[in-house]
């Protein structure tokens, strides 16, 4: 016997309502709840005895959990799934809080099928620095035996400093992280709000000038003394609590220090403690799905549409109708894909009309994924500057000219999606020329708002169907339309420099 968990409703506008197949699993299954929030979370399976079988971590509970029995298992997952009678969850605000508390709950209950996924020892930890200035530290579960370090236990008592032996390497030591990825991406992430230094102090390191941490604000200047001891642990204590799973103290912790330097008039301090809480409080966690769970996010199902595929995003940068460009920048996987970027300078128009513009760089580019036609100007022609990054003082690995890569006889292959920065007469347009040629590929706009909240989306909005594809793509799709942006402006100064040089020597 089996029976239907609810079927998943996903909100698409206030007035349109999307409806997911549902899920086929075993009535003698139990639910927290009786269903299971399409959130952020932690899951946990117990067989019938109500022992602990499995922790996880989910982007979207109802649907990792549901991946479970929709899709078939070998070994010890089918093993694992065919003991589960009952699935308890907590629901976390983010998914960087999700990962947290996994390994604190995997940590402290070691549930018998995380363990047996690999060697307890190869687990990632992370571990803070028992010394003046502590440090994060990422070590797996072998180096802590080779410390005599205890994996299994924390003495939430200890603090930071004399009362920890003299011995003892480390302070806390937090995990075991099933992700080392998304632990790494989680650590940077959190930087941006708790920021900690890996130099020595003055006394040690003897450095006269701040390192480059320092000076983009991811290090507090313990390199060059512009921190005192007692603050920079109180930064690390904060560091502690992230880890322990209580965001909203640290939260807290930094209001009061804000308001603080506002009574005493530190209105730079209170600043600074405004962005780190602000950046606390809107971590845009979308780098810590992992690929299994952007598979479960974004399916072909939907639309026809893989967002793990091929995404193209557009920009237009110049000055006046001067020095103009594009770009194209090409994401898959869902990360950037820098090898397959290309940068067009603009030749047909000559005034300040970025529309016209777009339009010439996406003829170009339809030239190369219809005809596999050559464009000297995009494979790095010396009069149009290429696609190699040599003299924008920023190379980067991955935009030279090769073309590998790119399908048989040079040609791109065309995108599931394209993103344009602009509104409707980007859209439009560029829609006009693909109907020229007819080709059918989605188009989508960001016109940009007072913040990245307020980013509007332009497309065909009677597309019920693209209409759910954009509101689980839209971070992506903002994502891509940065490094568009970045890109084009980047091409842009490198040729406004090389004018401005080759002029002063006239």
Known sequence: MVKLLNCWKVSITEE??????????NERIKIKNGDLPDEPGVYFYYDRAGSLLYVGKATSLKRRVGSYFVKAHNGRIAEMVGKIARIDYIETRTVIEALILEANEIKAR?????????????????????????????VRGHELKQAGEKQGTVNRKQGLGNRIGKGRRFVRIFGPYTSSRSLKIALELVRRSIPWSTCAPPSLGGRARPCFDSQIGKCPGVCIGAISQSDYRRVIRQLIMFFDGKKSSVERSL?????????????????????????????HDIALISREDYELLFTRTISGINLLGRIEAYDISNISGTSAVGSMVVFEDGKPAKH????????????????????????????????GKSDKGDRGNKGDGGNREQGTGNSEQGTGNSEQGTGASGRWEYPEVM?????????????????????????VGIAKGFDRKQDRLVYDRDDL???????????????????AHRFAIQYHRALRAKHFKRKKTL
Request: aromatic share 8%; net charge positive.
């Open 255 to 283: 209001k009061r220090e804000m308001e603080r330097a506002s009574r005493d008039q530190r209105f730079e301090d209170a600043a600074l403690l405004c962005k780190r809480l602000q950046a606390l409080k809107h971590i």
């Open 340 to 371: 397959l970027y290309r940068r067009f300078k603009i030749k047909t128009v000559k005034d300040a009309n970025d529309v016209a513009m777009l339009e010439e760089v996406v003829r170009r580019r339809i030239a190369r994924g219809r005809w």
């Open 16 to 25: 349109e309502n999307q409806w997911y197949p549902g899920i086929m699993m």
């Open 465 to 483: 169907e693209l209409q759910r594809v954009i509101t689980r793509g839209k971070e992506l799709f903002q994502r891509a339309r940065d490094e």
């Open 110 to 138: 070691r549930p018998k099928y995380n363990i047996l996924q690999r060697d307890d020892k190869t687990f990632l930890y992370l571990a803070i620095t028992n010394e003046r200035y502590p440090r994060p530290l990422l």
């Open 419 to 443: 993103i344009v920065d602009g509104g409707e007469p980007q859209v439009n347009r560029v829609q006009a020329v693909l109907d020229e040629f007819g080709i059918k590929i989605p188009i």
